[in-house]
Antibody, heavy 119, light 108 residues
Framework: EVQLVESGGGLVQPGGSLRLSCAAS????????MSWVRQAPGKGLEWVSV???????YYADSVKGRFTISRDNSKNTLYLQMNSLRAEDTAVYYC?????????????WGQGTLVTVSS | DIQMTQSPSSLSASVGDRVTITCRAS??????LNWYQQKPGKAPKLLIY???SLQSGVPSRFSGSGSGTDFTLTISSLQPEDFATYYC??????????FGPGTKVDIK
C-alpha cells in the first residue's frame, strides 16, 4: 500500500526552527517528485516546495530562503527544514507524492502534521 | 502568477442533487487542472486529474470538464459522503502550482 506518514510538528517560538519528516512506504521517494503543501487553520491549500527525482528543488516565494526540502534515500523519507519561522507559517503541513505525466497532481497525501508558531 | 478562482465559495444541496462547481484560471492553463476533495480534519483526496480523467477508485458520479481558463467539477447525484470542501489546482506554471480557494458543499 502506498502511504505517507508525517511527523515533527509542534509548537515553536517565532524565529525558531523545526524539521518535518515524511516517511514513505509502497514506493520510492527518490524516484518521484515529492511536495509539501500547507493549510493554515480554516484556510485553503498552499503549495510550499517540491523536490524532483533528479534533485532539483523549488519553493514558494513565501518560504524561499527560510525552508529547505530534502530527502534521505536510505530511509525513503522526505524532510522539510523550516528556519526563521513566523506566525504566518502556522499550518498543517502535508507531504504528497507529486505525480507527473503531462501534468502534475498530488496523490497520495500524508495525514498532516500541525506546526504552531507562537510565543 | 496564475490565479485560480472558484464559484460558488459555498453551496447547500440535498442528497440526490446534481452539483456543479466552477474553477477559473487567470490565464489559459490548457488541461493542467486537477480537483481534490477534503473532509474536515482529513488530507485532501485526488478526484480528477488533467481536467477530466477520473482517478482510480473515485465514484463515476464525479466528472470534470473544461480547458483553457474555465473548468467544472460535477457531482451527478450528491451522496451523504460527498459533503466536503472541493479545491481545484493548476500545474501549468510548474514547478509553481496554485490551488483555488475552495468550495464548501454542505447539507441543505
Amino acid at each position: 500500500e502506498v502511504q505517507l506518514v508525517e511527523s515533527g510538528g509542534g509548537l515553536v517560538q517565532p524565529g525558531g526552527s523545526l524539521r518535518l519528516s515524511c516517511a514513505a512506504s509502497g514506493f520510492t521517494v527518490s524516484s518521484n517528485y515529492m511536495s509539501w503543501v500547507r493549510q493554515a487553520p480554516g484556510k485553503g491549500l498552499e503549495w510550499v516546495s517540491v523536490i524532483y527525482s533528479g534533485g532539483s528543488t523549488y519553493y514558494a516565494d513565501s518560504v524561499k530562503g527560510r525552508f529547505t526540502i530534502s530527502r534521505d534515500n536510505s530511509k525513503n523519507t522526505l524532510y522539510l527544514q523550516m528556519n526563521s519561522l513566523r506566525a504566518e507559517d502556522t499550518a498543517v503541513y502535508y507531504c504528497a507524492r507529486d505525480f507527473t505525466v503531462t501534468t502534475r497532481w498530488f496523490d497520495p497525501w500524508g495525514q498532516g502534521t500541525l506546526v504552531t508558531v507562537s510565543s | 502568477d496564475i490565479q485560480m478562482t472558484q464559484s460558488p465559495s459555498s453551496l447547500s444541496a440535498s442528497v440526490g442533487d446534481r452539483v456543479t462547481i466552477t474553477c477559473r484560471a487567470s490565464q489559459s492553463i490548457s488541461s493542467y487542472l486537477n480537483w481534490y476533495q477534503q473532509k474536515p480534519g482529513k488530507a485532501p483526496k485526488l478526484l480528477i486529474y488533467a481536467a477530466s480523467s477520473l482517478q482510480s477508485g473515485v465514484p463515476s458520479r464525479f466528472s470534470g470538464s473544461g480547458s483553457g481558463t474555465d473548468f467544472t467539477l460535477t457531482i451527478s447525484s450528491l451522496q451523504p459522503e460527498d459533503f466536503a470542501t472541493y479545491y481545484c489546482q493548476q500545474s501549468y506554471s510548474t514547478p509553481w502550482v496554485t490551488f483555488g480557494p475552495g468550495t464548501k458543499v454542505d447539507i441543505k
